[in-house]
Structures are given as C-alpha cells and as structure tokens.
C-alpha cells in the first residue's frame, strides 16, 4: 500500500469501515505534524502491531488558548509525508479545520478535574481541546489501537482515562520520549528555540537525570530534590518555570512523600517565547 | 436468536465487534427499562433497520439531580424483557451503576449551551448525564443505527449534534411520540400519576393540538398562543407550568415569531410530584 493523503472525514470513516470488514487491524497515530524521530519511533512501532497505520496530522486550534502559538506552530506536509512513509504509514489523514469544527460547534469532552492540574493550570482549556479531539479522531479513524507519547505524559493519562471510562474499544500505548544526543526531549517547537536557548534548554534534561539519580539513591525529601531541580535549571537562565511536579502515576495527584514505587517528575519552563515540556517516569527498585 | 441477556461491558463490546464483523447490521434503542409501546414500536423499527436489534435497559443515575427521582423510577426487568421480545430484541444489555460508572469517573460530555435551554434551564446537568451516557452505549454496543423517540425532542436534539460533532459513524432516527387513546404521550413516569392526576395530564396534549390548529389557521402571534396555551393547561390544576416553548428545529433555539416553516412546541408540567414533557413538531404548509 503506498502512502494515501485523505482530507475528507466520509472517505476516511468509509475506508476504516471497510478495512475492518475485512478483519484487518488499524493503528492510530494521531499527530500535530511537522513530524519527527518522537514521531516516526511511534509509527514505526504502530506498524508492527496492525495492518493499516494512519497518521493523522490536524493542528487542532480548539487545544491552543487565543495567547498561544496555533498560528505559527509549524507545517510542513511534504516533509511529514517522508517521515510518515519512511517510518511505514499507509495513510495519512489531515482534515480542515472547517470540517473539524464547522459552524456552531459546541459539543466538547470534559476530563475533569485531572485537567486543572499541572498543564491545567498554565493552559486550562487544553485538554478538553485533546480529548474532544480525540475522540473525533477515534471515531474517524476507528482504530483497534492508537499510539502517543510519552513526553505529553499528563495528555497520556488523560487520554488513557478517557478511553476507559467513555469505553472506546480501544488500546492505548504509550511509547517512551525520544530524545537528541544531548538529551532534549524532541519536539515539533524545539524548532522555535534560538542556538543559545536550545543550548541552554538541555537543563531540563540534566535536571531530570540528577532527580533520578538522587531517588534511586535513596532521597526521599521531595522540597530538597524540587529545589535541587530548580536550581539546576534556574542556571539555564529561562524565561520562567511553570512548574516542577512529582506525580503519582495510577491517578495524576501530585505527590508529597516518595513512598510509592513508581514516580512520575514532569516539567513546564519557557525559553524566551516557547514553552517546553519534558517527563521522566522512574521505578524505585528499593520499593519492588 | 432467542433473547440474550447481557449485563458485562466487555462482553457487549466482543459480542457486537463479531455481529460486525460478520458483515451484520446493528441497532439500538437506548432505554432506561419499565418498556411501554413507545419503546416497543422503536424496538420494532430497529427490527426493521438491522440484523442484531439490542435494547440497552440502564435507569443513568447521572442523569438525575440529587432531589429527582432516580431512586424512585420504576424497574421491572422481567415485564421488559416481554416487551422487548415482543417486539424483536435480540439483546437487552443491562449494565451495573458500578461498571459504568467505576470509583473516580469524571470524563463527561458537554452538550454546550443548548443544554441549558428549556429541560436544562431545570434539570442543568441532565444533558451532561445523557451524552456521556449515549456515548459510552454507542462505543459498548457499536451500532450502525440508534433510534430516539421525540418525546425527549431536546435530548434527540443534542444526540444528533453530538454524533454529527465527534464523528460518531452512526445514522440517528426519531421515531414519533406514541400515544395513549386520550392523547397523553407514553412515559415510564405516567406510572406515578394519580387517577385524579393521570386525566388531567391530557390538558398537555389538548394545549398542543390547539395551538396546532391555530398555527395551521394561520395564527402568528407567539404570545397569544402560548397564554391560549397555558389556559387550557392551568384549567387542569397542574402543579406548576416549568415552560412551554415555540422553538426553531435547526437550532433549537426560542422562537421570537412563527415565520419558519417548520416549528416545534414543546412543555413540560408537573401534576403533584410528576414532571410530564411534551411536544409537537408542526409543518405550517402555507410557507411551502
């Protein structure tokens, strides 16, 4: 099957219904393009584990606040084509916006409170925005499995939450962040950041790693190992830190003690104008 | 097929995932039990439409407000299961409150505004309760079709727009309110009216034929309709009128004057602790 671009929502619902009939098994990686090694390492494991792999590239406006960076998020659908083919997809679905939202839209998906947390409290309309995509893009698309990363790790536990309790048929994987040399979580808006702030940006990376290594040997103080954390960062000369957050990991609260085996640390800080995000998810072998 | 009984999520869901891959049809008829001839004459248009008929019995606590009458609302599996056969059910899928709703459930769908028109302006949080409810239905069930009454001409409303806003791939059919031989439209709730009660309750089917009449005679004036209206209901001693409404079919939103062609009333009236709705929609054949 060589690569097919469909814009139109009927013809990719037609050919999902029909690829089911015939018993084959679709993967959903849904996407906001410009893609990249995070991006290709999920549709190349989704091609492992169905017969038809869709890609859907839509720069969703509704999970951008008005503030936000909807208008210049980068768009490059000759490039996402190599990416998305080379790595094995079959198809990829990119639809309007007007046919995404056409006039008088307003039916959305609320996460609750779970979405006020951490992100939540930086971009509160975000997740609804993710969800209710989602969903459309589940229903479109109708995929036995989809794949997302790690790094949106709060989009990760939301978007799992949500597939269970509105029980869409379908498995979820989380695939882990992929990361440049230097550690930098990659991301389609790494591309906005200048050479001196994306230098300066591997401190999320340094930052995390010393967290880890501090846990896995026995620190349990998590204002001292925060403040650590902050520091190290703080070096880096960003624009601002949204938050440090240690996170339990079976229901996104946020943690204050490390008497769990599993730990999840996620990060906000800005780099002059842009905002990056990055996650670590570490098991406490001392715990097991 | 005799009739199956089937209370597990998963099982529904692995059971429906087969009819359709066997190249069947399915239908749904969501219900909340205690089946009447209304539900029966959408179980048999279902029967008509598919190849596996599946009526879902599930009184949704969410739904309800605190002070409604959820406990209360009458159940009585064996009568529906003999009604449902009747009629050409193939399956009633009857889940538990706790695996729909487990420990911690908080992702919901919001209708947006119009659910806090009419019902809403009432019962704010009902809509909220039914979309989450119908969604979850429709991703347990897969149907290709789901048949609503018009009774509940707002919540049809608001199903319709939200399958056509998240993509479910499913076709919506309203069927007509049926109704006793006095005009009263048939409702689980009609259970809770007095003798007293019951026969005053046709004062809402006698207010919308006449305003019926008046529109086809070619009455205009929206405000005398609806005092004409609410005369004839308030000669039957209800215990309060919550809204009669004259509302556009496209948006639902209130209509100001009846220069649509197509025009839908609709009421709701309590007799003693009973909330009755009903509506008419009318075809006003001189703007043809």
Redesign the interface.
């Known amino acids: 099957m060589s690569l097919q671009i469909i814009p139109s929502?009927s013809a990719m619902?037609q050919l999902a219904?029909q690829v089911?009939?015939e018993?084959k098994r679709i993967a959903l990686v849904p996407t906001m393009g410009y893609l990249h090694a995070g991006h290709a390492s999920l549709i190349a494991r989704a091609r492992s584990l169905a017969d038809v792999v869709v890609v859907s590239i839509f720069v969703n406006p509704t999970q951008f606040a008005p503030n936000e960076d909807f208008a210049r998020y980068p768009r490059d659908l000759e490039h996402d084509k190599k990416i998305a083919e080379g790595a094995g997809a079959d198809i990829i679905f990119n639809p309007t916006v007007e046919e995404m939202y056409p006039a008088?839209?307003?039916?959305?998906?609320?996460?609750?409170?779970?979405a006020q947390r951490f992100e939540g409290k930086f971009r509160p309309t975000h997740f609804r925005g993710v969800?209710?995509v989602v969903?459309?893009l589940f229903?479109?698309t109708?995929p036995h499995i989809a794949l997302f990363g790690q790094k949106d790790v709060q989009q990760a536990f939301i978007v799992k939450?949500?597939v269970r309790?509105?029980?869409?048929?379908i498995q979820i994987e989380i695939a882990p962040v992929v990361r440049e040399n230097d550690g930098l979580a990659m991301s389609s808006r790494n591309t906005y950041l200048s050479k001196d702030e994306r230098e300066r940006a591997t401190a999320l990376f340094k930052s995390l790693e010393h967290a880890r290594k501090r846990i896995l040997e026995g620190e349990k103080n998590l204002e001292l190992l925060q403040l650590e954390m902050k520091k190290i960062i703080e070096a880096s000369n960003p624009a601002q830190i949204d938050y440090i957050a240690f996170i339990h990991p079976d229901?996104f609260e946020e943690l204050h003690s490390l008497e769990t085996q599993d730990i999840i640390i996620a990060l906000a800080v800005r780099y002059g104008a842009t905002r990056l995000i990055d996650t670590f998810h570490i098991h406490q072998p001392a715990l097991l």
């Open positions: 929502i619902q219904e089911r009939l018993g008088g839209f307003s039916t959305t998906i609320d996460p609750g409170d779970v969800t209710t969903a459309k229903n479109i109708k939450k949500m309790e509105l029980n869409f048929d229901t």
